[in-house]
């Protein structure tokens, strides 16, 4: 301070403030950068720290003369809206609350906000915390902070203009900003301060009180007082507390928050209070000066003035008030401008806990008109008090003492007798109503929100459209929203249209929200006329009532429809209309207004249950019948009961249940469709229906053939769990869109199928691809578990259909038509439709020709009246038809629908006709062609038959080319003559002929016809796989033989490879035994002798080969059925599967079994790469584990067993690791098993389990099999009986084996009141009770059980055996065992005393020596002696000594029992932090020393003093020494600075520390240095596995180490795969910086400005990555392209980083670049952003190391002009002087001193302007 006083002499000059004409010069500025302007209080956190102590000073002195610090008001009035200044404190008190926001009430009757981001900076960083992470912890609401009337302190922190144009006050209570103007050397105990706890501690709570350097904190004590209840305050609770006491300058503060003495601390002069600093809310002892007709000025604090409005005098205390008399006030208001205190002296603020009440004692009477209210008195500057009716007190404020334009007359006002006036608000600072006498105000209909109601229709004034409705203006401050869906009983397009700025309009009230202010209205014309009763609750709502509401909501199973008031309802599907609606969007839209009847209706639930129908019919139905549960894939049979637009509604037969038929599911052709529909009546049956769907809703009928086929046969997915990938299903088109198709399929499953997943050809538009309803076959590409969502293919090339598929939907569809037929005959009755019925393709009839036109001709026929017979011109070709003509015609197609008959003339297809034979192969002509079917002619045999349009289902004629037409030819083949399902005609299989694509070179050879069954070809050997070998056969097609055709596989012997016997390029001869489908390469089985394959399967097998053998075809089923289980069969490893771990094995062409991998290893070092073992190819001996035909499943085994059986070695996995239980271990074949603890060793150790990890191999021996699950055992003995050492603890097999006083080991089960339970074996507990498992007396069964945690091994004597109860009785005891007491002695227990050991105590007692006396040390006289007795105390055993000496040691350090014990204690503590001291040294010292001790122990009685004092010294000699040894151990051990020399000191380390990343790379290290790179890898991957998933630093640490490994050691492939993982375990970002950092140490710029580019790309709104970047360029020198990299970030990044980017930038061409440039940058943000003083502040650091003093300087004088606050110039010009002082002259030193000068002068002269 002193400097700055040197440097910057004080100046200026004070002037008077105008307004407030005060005499009194203020002469003491702190320093000349504060001004002398009061109004900058803002700006007081420049001041300096001793400020309160400047300011008291002069006080005294003035005091003498009789002055104040600040004069009295001339007369007092209430605080004014218009004098509010921002920065002004307050005493405020809370009125309402919300979640993010409190209303608060002021003195004066305003009103102010409360943001939830200004309650203190703890709390607003508690709430960013909470909005950044994603869990929602409870964090504490507003609510839960402030309560209504609560009384505080606040700061109005702004000052906004709203709207409409009024001031609305914004507050805050953050300690930072009310306490601003204390600092801590101003603390002084007993003030009363506000605050907000900060943080919750252990034993009390941080409140911050706002001062800088100032730590406060507030006993939980204190707080329980105050509360009385013990609920903690939480983080951002506002409290007023006092403090206590005051320590270390003001930097720690205790708080206390008692009522009493909180409540009654008044402000005292010595406390220092000032008028910067003076507080709202203290309460002062105050004497009045003066009383006027507005109020009283007092005097209080000894020097201060200040004033009470007539609004804070107590009202019935008004006589009292005289000069001279002393009151109790509270400081209401600092107003700093005109140094106004304001003062109440109404009682509610000066009681203890001072809380106001925020609604008046009357009831909420806001709003209510008065009248006949007397005015009692005027008060020209503030308004008036007028008395209401019932004697209460209300105020008139001056501005509603008239209306708002008229100018005042107050007299007039006064002289009025009488007055109305209307409440407008309820000031709970002041207690006491505003009213208005305002005419306007008076005659408003609605003043608030709680005066309108719902169903009440208004009028308002349209304010402004918005998208997502209309704003009306009710009144000045009262508007509603007409939701965009209410603007009109429809909805509008183009509401701007109907609707202009400033309308009159009238509504309806849908809703209020009086306390949110929301109001909803609603201009739709049916609700505001509406006759019928409102339903504005649900009490209305009475069933059987009927309403208007409007629709809010349409789901699949009904309509939501609200009334007002937000009652509202559903309206199930049943009741939507008295025809069946399967789709109610397709019907109702959101927004539409229906009567709706109400059926149920439950108040107490708020629900509701409506029909529309009912309200239309007026009548209520019966109630529904119960649902029929239908199991879906069952035939049924149904009547149709009604036709609906889109389908049948149908009873299903015999019960009458409904359920719905679409018409899309009546057929696989979708031209079948509507044919079936028109034909199909009322009260007709339908047959070989199908359930696909049923849910509550309703029941879905399908008769779609091929569904119906999937359903049956099983092909289909009863739920999503069961969908796999690559799963192939039948569904239909359910939707299209222009994405792509949804695919329903049964159960109510429905996948998408993309775009790009439709055909095999490009798409452009999805609509021309499928029809909605058409039956597909679907693959299942991908599966979102998650989202419950899957994607499948719809592509012919990745779909197979099942075989015969083509044929079977002909026959069906023809079958449909014919029925359709049938049944139009048999309904209508007529002749035409009978005979109709009874033609058939291909028949001929005698016609006569009516009329030829251009497009063909029209004939007549006798027998059929009535029908049209038609021929295209097509058909009538080559002859001359004149009509009246009789000529004979070939039937093409009858139209039974139309009555129509297509028929042909030409001379080919009228002629004889020729007989087919079965295989034949014939070109033919598409004759006609109707949707689905074609009518073709088969060359020229005069045959006429029908085909399918379309070959596949899923087939997509997208193009004109594609589609079939009349006139193409077509290859066919027959497959048979004369089909009855086909109406005797020929059944065909076609394809496009060459004309039409390319032709496969097998397929242009003459009379290719593929490869049949037992053919025996000729070809040549092309490729050898293991498993498979392809020939090329003679016709150019290609061929593949399976492994398993190669040689016999009875000749065949392990580990042979069957393909290397064949050579590539070798002639071989070969037959056929299958064939696999081109798409799918799935093995086909045969329906057919005359079937040819186009990749046919072949066999090499001699025995095959031979004509005579007649090959018989098997199918996979009868295959996998021909196995049994144990068998044993020859397989051929076909695949390895590293994730599951197992391997698939062949033994056929069609068959494919797995086997795991226990069944596949007998040696657990196997297990990391068990594909070594078997390579692909290899012949192997399998044994069948498990065999299944439908799913198929086969499973095998390689280890030669196929079950597990008693008494054998297995392999097992580990899976769980269960302390009560012991290893949970997976065995092969599917079963489980369970180790004991006492089956895991022949020797146990503790911790036993340690050793055992999750997924480790294990070889288990099978003890036996109960429930199915098996018993193992690890031990040696078991697994290896031959090798085995000999039995340490041997297995108890049975109660027999075990005999009394025999000593065994066991593990703890548990501890329990009963005593300690042991496991003796796997199926024997012992029970040690409490008094035989320890020497002391214990009170609490627990002590033991936090000493012996489940599985501690224990030493125990068999005490006794009840072999009928089966009950071993054990004992733990010293004596019995041989082993220390299970409890340490430090735990300071008192001995159980028994028998001899209570004489002993009692001679002993005598001595006063015992040890138990010391145990019992409690009782402080004998404490005493035995600290007296210590040194000589000489009748006891050296351990024991060795115990009580460190136990005195721990007691009492200071004591000078021993001087050598007392120097091991503390230092054998400080070392050993992690020795067991429990142990103590008994189990450490020498042998001589045990067998001495325990001979001492024995005669201790019977020796005389003196020689067991020699005795003594040596065992203390000794004891010493080992201990010494140990200290030096265990110092060495615990060593933080000595590096471990080797491995296993390492591994020690580790063990306390493993996720110490530290330690693991020291670890690493060690291996490089001895250049164990591998060992180095495999500690980094340990490491790695073993480090909390939580220590995420830590983990990185590693992956970096290793990162750097393999950059030194590895290739760029094992750095890849390294860098790859460490992306997925860490954060990507850190991943990736580190990586480049050890590029760019490496010098490898390539591949670090690779990973850079790859870095931005990825994280383009990282600012960091963009730096270092840049950071890189320029280190490299590419500065143009640093340049570049600023441009591109700057595009990348939000528009708010861009100053700080460019100055980084900027910073960093300083650094590594051109320091021209990195000026220039600077330069350029800083004329843009002259006020960002910390980046003048870099830019000068950056000048003053790298710029010339000329430019230094130039640079300081630009800074120092700067229009910034004045204490940020102050900053300058100390930094200017400083720099002067260092590299400048005096002269130039005092030049700046002259520029401050200067500086402060303009400011003096601007101020007081």
Request: hydrophobic fraction near 35%.
């Amino acid at each position: 301070m002193a400097s700055v006083e040197e440097d910057f002499p004080r100046g200026g000059t004070a002037k008077k403030h105008a307004e407030s004409k005060i005499v009194v010069q203020r002469t003491e500025v702190d320093n000349l950068f504060q001004s002398n302007e009061p109004v900058e209080t803002k700006k007081r956190k420049g001041a300096v720290k001793d400020d309160g102590k400047k300011l008291k000073k002069p006080k005294t002195g003035k005091e003498k003369e009789g002055l104040t610090l600040n004069a009295a008001a001339k007369c007092v009035e209430i605080l004014h809206l218009k004098n509010v200044k921002e920065g002004m404190l307050m005493l405020g008190s809370v009125k309402e609350v919300t979640d993010f926001e409190v209303t608060v009430s002021l003195p004066c009757g305003m009103q102010g906000y409360l943001s939830i981001k200004h309650i203190c900076d703890s709390y607003a960083k508690l709430l960013t915390e909470q909005l950044d992470s994603a869990d929602t912890e409870e964090i504490c609401s507003l609510p839960h902070l402030l309560y209504p009337g609560m009384v505080f302190r606040c700061m109005v922190a702004k000052l906004d203009t709203a709207k409409s144009g009024s001031l609305s006050i914004r507050l805050s209570i953050d300690p930072k900003q009310v306490n601003k103007a204390l600092t801590s050397s101003s603390l002084k105990a007993g003030m009363i301060l506000s605050g907000c706890v900060e943080s919750v501690e252990d034993h009390g709570y941080i409140v911050d009180i706002g001062i800088k350097g100032t730590k406060a904190f507030l006993p939980r004590k204190s707080v329980k007082d105050k509360h009385n209840n013990s609920e903690e305050l939480k983080v951002g609770q506002y409290l007023t507390s006092q403090v206590e006491e005051v320590k270390n300058e003001g930097r720690v503060v205790h708080l206390s928050v008692s009522p009493p003495n909180v409540a009654q601390a008044y402000a005292e002069p010595e406390q220092g209070w000032n008028l910067t600093n003076l507080l709202p809310g203290l309460l002062v002892k105050a004497t009045i000066k003066k009383v006027t007709k507005h109020g009283l000025i007092l005097d209080f604090l000894s020097s201060f003035s200040g004033q009470v409005d007539f609004l804070h005098m107590e009202p019935d205390q008004a006589s009292s008030y005289t000069e001279g008399a002393e009151v109790r006030a509270c400081v209401l208001y600092v107003e700093p401008s005109t140094r106004l205190v304001a003062l109440s002296l109404r009682s509610y603020l000066l009681q203890p806990g001072a809380k106001v009440d925020p609604l008046p004692a009357g009831g909420d009477r806001i709003g209510e008109v008065v009248k006949d209210c007397k005015m009692t008195a005027m008060h020209h500057m503030s308004g008036a008090m007028l008395e209401l009716p019932d004697k209460t007190k209300a105020f008139v404020h001056r501005n509603h003492l008239k209306e708002s334009k008229e100018p005042s007359n107050e007299n007039r006002v006064m002289a009025m007798p009488e007055h109305t006036c209307r409440i407008l608000d309820f000031s709970p600072m002041d207690q006491i109503h505003f009213v208005s006498l305002r005419k306007t105000m008076i005659e408003k209909p609605f003043y608030r929100y709680h005066d309108l109601q719902a169903g009440q229709i208004v009028e308002g004034t349209v304010s402004v459209l918005l998208h997502h409705g209309m704003v009306v203006h009710l009144s000045d401050h009262i508007k509603g929203l007409v939701p965009r869906t209410h603007l009109s009983d429809i909805l509008l397009k183009n509401p701007e249209k109907k609707y202009m700025e400033g309308m009159k309009i009238k509504c309806r009230v849908l809703t209020v929200e009086a306390e949110n202010k929301k109001l909803y209205l609603t201009r739709k014309k049916a609700l505001i006329e509406s006759p019928l009763p409102l339903f504005l609750s649900y009490a209305d709502a009475r069933p059987g009532r009927v309403s208007h509401g409007y629709v809010v909501c349409i789901k699949d199973f009904g309509c939501i429809v609200r009334f007002y008031n937000n009652v509202k309802g559903l309206v199930p599907l049943r009741e939507l209309s008295s025809e069946p609606i399967l789709t109610p969007q397709e019907v109702f839209y959101v927004g539409q207004v229906l009567k709706a009847k109400v059926l149920q209706c439950d108040p107490d639930k708020s629900k509701m249950v409506l029909s529309f129908k009912a309200a239309v019919e007026g009548v209520t139905e019966a109630p529904p019948k119960p649902e029929f549960d239908c199991e879906v894939g069952k035939r049924l049979e149904a009547r149709v009961l009604k036709k609906l637009l889109n389908g049948l509604e149908v009873a299903i037969l015999p019960d009458e249940f409904r359920a719905v038929l679409p018409t899309m599911h009546l057929s696989d052709h979708m031209s079948n469709c509507p044919l079936l529909w028109e034909s199909l009546q009322e009260g007709d049956s339908v047959s070989n229906l199908i359930c696909f769907n049923n849910t509550k809703q309703n029941v879905s009928l399908t008769k779609k053939p091929t569904v119906r086929w999937s359903l049956e046969e099983g092909v289909v997915a009863k739920d999503f769990s069961e969908i796999k990938v690559g799963m192939q299903l039948i569904g239909w088109i359910k939707n299209i869109m222009a994405y792509g198709v949804f695919v329903e399929f049964p159960y109510g499953l429905v996948g998408l199928a993309p775009k790009s997943a439709m055909t095999d050809k490009f798409l452009s538009d999805t609509t021309a691809a499928f029809q909605l309803g058409q039956t597909v076959f679907a693959k299942v590409t991908n599966l979102d578990e998650e989202k419950r969502r899957f994607l499948v293919t719809l592509k012919i090339s990745e779909v197979t259909s099942p075989e015969g598929d083509v044929q079977t939907r002909l026959i069906n569809g023809l079958q449909e038509r014919k029925v359709v037929t049938e049944m139009l005959a048999m309904r209508d009755n007529s002749d035409l439709h009978q005979q109709l019925a009874a033609l058939s393709v291909g028949e001929k009839l005698k016609l006569t020709v009516d009329t030829v036109t251009d497009s063909g001709a029209i004939f007549t026929s006798d027998d059929l009246a009535g029908a049209t017979i038609q021929a295209t011109k097509h058909h009538v070709m080559g002859s001359k038809l004149t009509p009246g003509q009789k000529v004979t015609a070939a039937i093409l197609h009858i139209d039974i629908m139309s009555t129509c008959i297509h028929v042909s003339i030409l001379s080919k297809l009228l002629g004889k006709k020729k007989s087919l034979t079965e295989g034949s192969k014939y070109t033919a002509i598409i004759q006609h062609i109707d949707k689905d079917f074609a009518v073709i002619s088969l060359d020229d045999t005069a045959q006429l038959t029908v085909i399918q349009t379309r070959s596949h289902l899923n087939e997509v004629s997208l193009f004109e080319s594609d589609k079939l037409k009349a006139g193409m030819t077509l290859a066919v083949e027959v497959i048979e003559p004369s089909c009855q399902e086909v109406q005797g005609l020929a059944l065909v299989s076609w394809h496009r002929t060459a004309s039409k694509r390319q032709r496969t070179a097998s397929e242009n050879q003459p009379g290719s016809k593929g490869h049949c069954f037992g053919d025996i070809v000729q070809g040549k050997v092309r490729t050898v796989k293991p498993t498979s070998i392809q020939i090329t056969l003679e016709d150019g097609s290609t061929g593949n033989v399976h492994v398993s055709e190669v040689v016999e596989v009875s000749e065949v012997c392990q580990g042979y490879f069957p393909t290397s016997s064949v050579k590539v390029g070798s002639m071989v001869t070969a037959r056929v035994i299958g064939g696999r489908e081109a798409s799918s390469h799935r093995f086909l089985p045969f329906s057919h002798p005359k079937y040819t394959y186009t990749i046919p399967e072949l066999t090499l097998i001699l025995s095959k080969l031979d004509k005579s053998t007649n090959l018989k075809p098997v199918t996979p089923k009868d295959k996998l059925n021909s196995y049994k289980v144990g068998e044993e069969i020859t397989c051929f490893v076909s695949k390895f599967n590293p994730e599951k771990k197992s391997l698939e094995v062949t033994s056929d062409l069609c068959v494919t079994g797995t086997v795991e991998l226990l069944a596949m290893i007998t040696d657990p070092k196997d297990a990391g790469h068990p594909e070594k073992l078997y390579k692909l190819g290899q012949a192997v001996r399998a044994q069948v584990v498990e065999v299944n035909a439908k799913p198929q499943r086969l499973v095998l085994s390689l280890t030669g067993v196929h079950k597990l059986e008693k008494g054998t070695v297995t392999l097992g996995m580990v899976t769980n690791i269960l302390p009560q239980v012991g290893l949970m271990v997976k065995l092969p074949f599917g079963s489980m098993g369970t180790v004991a603890v006492t089956d895991l060793a022949d020797a146990y150790k503790p911790n036993l389990l340690k050793g055992y990890s999750k997924n480790q191999l294990l070889r288990c021996f099978l003890l036996g099999s109960e429930n199915g699950k098996w018993r193992l055992s690890l031990r040696p003995s078991r697994l290896n009986p031959q090798q085995a050492k000999p039995v340490k603890d041997p297995e108890v097999l049975s109660i027999n084996e075990l005999k009394t006083g025999q000593i065994i080991r066991g593990f703890v089960k548990s501890v329990g009141e009963q005593g300690i339970f042991i496991r003796l074996s796997w199926s024997i507990t012992g029970r040690a009770e409490l008094q035989k498992s320890t020497k002391y007396f214990v009170s609490n069964h627990k002590v033991l059980s936090e000493h012996l945690p489940p599985n501690t091994l224990l030493t125990t004597k068999i005490a006794s055996i009840d072999k009928e109860e089966e009950l071993v009785n054990l004992s733990l005891l010293q004596e019995d065992t041989g082993k220390p007491d299970i409890l340490p002695e430090s735990l300071s227990l008192p001995l159980r005393l028994i028998g001899e050991e209570k004489k002993t105590y009692d001679q002993k007692k005598k001595r006063k020596l015992s040890e138990s006396e010391q145990k019992q040390a409690e009782v402080p006289k004998k404490k005493k002696k035995k600290t007296k007795k210590a040194k000589t105390d000489d009748s006891d055993s050296g351990v024991e000594v060795y115990f009580r000496e460190e136990e005195e040691d721990e007691e009492e350090p200071k004591s000078d029992a021993q001087v050598m014990q007392s120097s091991v204690g503390p230092s054998r503590l400080q070392v050993a932090a992690g020795f067991s001291w429990d142990v103590g040294l008994s189990s450490l010292k020498p042998a001589s020393t045990a067998e001495e001790a325990d001979f001492s122990d024995g005669e201790d009685q019977d020796r005389s003093s003196k020689p067991q004092k020699k005795t003594r010294h040596e065992l203390e000699q000794e004891k010493k020494a080992a201990e010494k040894a140990l200290v030096e151990r265990e110092a060495q051990l615990m060593d933080p600075s000595l590096r471990p020399q080797d491995s296993a000191a390492f591994e020690r380390l580790l063990l306390g520390s493993p996720n110490s990343s530290l330690l693991w790379l020291q670890y690493m290290a060690h291996h490089l240095q001895a250049t164990q790179i591998e060992q180095a890898r495999a500690v980094a991957e340990r490491a790695l596995k073993t480090i909390s998933f939580r220590e995420e630093q830590e983990k990185l640490n590693v992956w970096v180490a290793l990162l750097n490994l393999e950059n030194m050691y590895g290739t760029e492939e094992s750095l890849k795969k390294v860098f790859e993982r460490a992306q997925q375990f860490c954060e990507p970002m850190p991943v990736y910086q580190q990586l480049a950092d050890i590029y760019a140490k490496s010098d490898k710029t390539k591949e670090a400005e690779g990973l850079y580019k790859t870095m931005v790309k990825r994280f383009r709104q990282n600012k960091a990555v963009w730096l270092n970047y840049g950071t890189f360029l320029l280190q490299q020198g590419q500065s143009d392209a640093a340049s570049a990299l600023l441009q591109r970030a700057l595009k990348s990044l939000p528009s708010k980083e861009s100053v700080d980017v460019i100055g980084k930038f900027a910073q960093l061409e300083f650094r590594y670049g051109d320091a021209e440039k990195g000026r220039a940058m600077f330069d350029k943000v800083l004329t843009s952003y002259p006020k960002r003083t910390d980046l003048w502040s870099v830019f000068i650091d950056l000048m003053v190391k790298h710029g010339s003093q000329k430019d230094v300087r130039a640079l300081f004088d630009r800074v120092i002009h700067l229009s910034v606050s004045v204490k940020k110039i102050k900053f300058f010009f100390k930094r200017y002087l400083e720099y002067e002082k260092k590299n400048g002259t005096p002269q130039s030193v005092q030049a700046v001193k002259e520029k401050a000068m200067e500086f402060v002068e303009a400011k003096g002269t601007e101020a007081a302007n």
